[in-house]
């Protein structure tokens, strides 16, 4: 766990990463030796398998909740998918020393990796800190939207209420689920899926009519101070929801701008590949002979661009005369031809207007549905609760991936597979924890910055890895003579690296004495 934290090697390569450590910092009593050898390492992990994970995570984060002080009054879940590279025949969901196995199998690959089988890795956390309360691997072909209610079943035992807020995106919007938790008790928020019938019904009344938008937010750009700061509107939709839940529409000006400069490119990438079918069409070896062929190309342009409810085509067929003669050789006086009819196709298309402007009405626009009331979660709450939190997960999916390095993931026994995840998830606690904890720390002593970037440029959001990066340079030198230690030099600490342990209330000494 220490090694997935800090820098994630291969199972194989633990030895050598941990040979020149200090014992006693990675919990060993003694000399690295030949202990952390793979074929050992993956004897642990199917003790750990066959231990009670469920219950020892249980134990883990209620001890972690009470310990820190972390609020579970909302929690934000979302799921991303596990790649693994190999066949995994044997990874049927079989039973694996009397326990059921996860079924490692094809699925919606989310890495944008089809060809490699996956497991899905389902993810919450909590709005204080972005700290991982739950985790849940499944098997791959998963659909997500199945694994809300057990999901939210497990975070109501954990917080002893079902008054908190769960926020996810679409796939929880199914009507199981949300009447679900509403009958528990329970509230949530989640985004309205394009597919229901309230999304249309908004789209067609706002063609006509205008919304009563109040302003709830108002956001500067970040990368450019000229730039205009994000406009953030809502209204109640004059469409109710078919449960009677609370449906806002939100317009923000950022995604109107996005939303029309993305159609915009769609549509050049089209054109211009409309105009590539057609050159072909009109090339002497047209490889097209068919109108079917002709409209299948043309319907795969546009479907690859996103096109296809904005651009209309049509295919014209003519026939062109074509002679050949009937023997090889110079043509001369007596030559004979041959005449053959072929049919050629001509395309052509235009810009459909009307349903152009009907989507540039609905640029900008965001739903978000909630079975909380008002009193509970304004409208501008109900905002920030999804934009500025919820992407907080992908963050954690990243750091899980990118970081921690789980994916692609390459050992054959589906048993250690689980195990190891379940390590990952611990690492993820850490990294969290620790960067609540440092930013807690600023707040409390009013520092807007830390110099921990190169040329000690200002970090106004520490991460884990890059306090932990500013630790590994730190070595300890050991004089010795006949085998045994004549002096020992510690390291010596520069002031940021002091800063950063009295911020995290670690004595300097817990790294000079062990």
């Keep these: 766990m220490r090694n997935l934290a800090l820098a994630r090697v291969p199972l194989y390569a633990l030895g050598e990463w941990a040979a020149p450590r200090v014992p006693a910092l990675l919990g060993l009593a003694g000399p690295i030796g030949r202990g952390l050898e793979d074929d050992r390492v993956g004897r642990s992990l199917d003790r750990l398998f066959d231990a009670d994970r469920p219950a020892l995570l249980t134990e883990l984060v209620l001890h972690m909740v009470r310990a820190f002080g972390v609020s579970l009054d909302e929690l934000h879940n979302d799921s991303t998918t596990i790649t693994l590279h190999g066949q995994y025949a044997a990874a049927t969901g079989r039973l694996v020393r009397g326990k059921p196995s996860l079924r490692i199998?094809?699925?919606?690959?989310?890495?944008?990796?089809?060809?490699?089988?996956?497991?899905?890795?389902?993810?919450?956390?909590?709005?204080?800190?972005?700290?991982?309360?739950?985790?849940?691997?499944?098997?791959?072909?998963?659909?997500?939207?199945?694994?809300?209610?057990?999901?939210?079943?497990?975070?109501?035992?954990?917080?002893?209420?079902?008054?908190?807020l769960y926020v996810a995106d679409s796939k929880l919007c199914t009507f199981e689920n949300l009447r679900h938790i509403h009958?528990?008790?329970?509230?949530?928020?989640?985004?309205?899926?394009?597919?229901?019938?309230?999304?249309?019904?908004?789209?067609?009344?706002?063609?006509?009519?205008?919304?009563?938008?109040?302003?709830?937010?108002?956001?500067?750009?970040?990368?450019?101070?000229?730039?205009?700061?994000d406009v953030v509107r809502t209204c109640p939709s004059p469409v109710p929801d078919a449960d009677g839940f609370r449906l806002h529409w939100f317009h923000s000006t950022w995604k109107q701008a996005r939303d029309a400069e993305a159609r915009s490119d769609a549509l050049e990438a089209a054109w211009k590949g409309l105009e590539a079918l057609r050159a072909r069409l009109e090339g002497p070896r047209a490889r097209l002979r068919s109108r079917a062929g002709v409209a299948q190309a043309a319907e795969a342009i546009l479907h690859e661009r996103g096109t296809e409810r904005w651009v209309a085509y049509e295919i014209a067929?003519?026939?062109?005369?074509?002679?050949?003669?009937?023997?090889?050789?110079?043509?001369?006086?007596?030559?004979?031809?041959?005449?053959?009819?072929?049919?050629?196709?001509?395309?052509?298309?235009?810009?459909?207007?009307?349903?152009?402007?009907?989507?540039?009405?609905?640029?900008?626009?965001?739903?978000?549905?909630?079975?909380?009331?008002?009193?509970?979660?304004?409208?501008?709450?109900?905002?920030?609760?999804?934009?500025s939190k919820q992407p907080l997960v992908e963050k954690r999916h990243d750091l899980l991936k990118n970081v921690e390095a789980a994916t692609p993931m390459y050992l054959k026994s589906v048993a250690r597979i689980e195990a190891l995840l379940f390590l990952h998830f611990v690492a993820l606690l850490v990294h969290a924890l620790v960067e609540r904890e440092i930013r807690q720390a600023m707040r409390r002593r009013r520092l807007e910055?830390?110099?921990?970037?190169?040329?000690?440029?200002?970090?106004?959001?520490?991460?884990?890895?890059?306090?932990?990066?500013?630790?590994?340079?730190?070595?300890?030198?050991?004089?010795?003579?006949?085998?045994?230690?004549?002096?020992?030099?510690?390291?010596?600490?520069?002031?940021r690296q002091q800063l950063i342990l009295e911020l995290l209330d670690i004595p300097p000494s817990r790294f000079r004495n062990l």
Excluded: M
């Excluded at 300890?476 to 002031?495: A, I, K, M, S």
């Design 449 to 495: 910055s830390l110099p921990l970037y190169p040329e000690q440029r200002a970090c106004e959001a520490p991460t884990a890895r890059r306090l932990f990066e500013l630790f590994e340079p730190l070595q300890r030198h050991l004089l010795c003579q006949g085998g045994r230690v004549v002096q020992r030099f510690d390291p010596e600490l520069d002031e």
């Design 317 to 387: 067929s003519f026939e062109e005369a074509v002679f050949r003669q009937e023997k090889r050789g110079r043509p001369g006086q007596n030559t004979r031809w041959r005449r053959r009819v072929k049919t050629r196709f001509q395309l052509t298309w235009s810009l459909r207007p009307e349903r152009v402007d009907y989507d540039a009405r609905c640029d900008g626009l965001f739903p978000l549905l909630t079975n909380a009331p008002e009193e509970r979660l304004s409208a501008a709450e109900l905002w920030a609760a999804y934009k």
């Design 105 to 164: 199998a094809h699925g919606h690959n989310k890495d944008h990796r089809p060809d490699l089988k996956q497991l899905l890795w389902i993810l919450t956390i909590s709005a204080d800190g972005a700290v991982p309360v739950h985790f849940k691997v499944a098997d791959g072909p998963t659909e997500d939207s199945t694994t809300h209610r057990e999901t939210w079943e497990t975070l109501r035992r954990w917080v002893g209420s079902p008054r908190f």
């Design 183 to 229: 009958r528990e008790g329970g509230w949530f928020l989640t985004v309205l899926p394009r597919s229901r019938k309230e999304d249309r019904l908004f789209k067609d009344w706002i063609q006509e009519h205008t919304p009563g938008w109040e302003p709830v937010a108002e956001r500067p750009s970040l990368r450019r101070a000229e730039a205009a700061p």
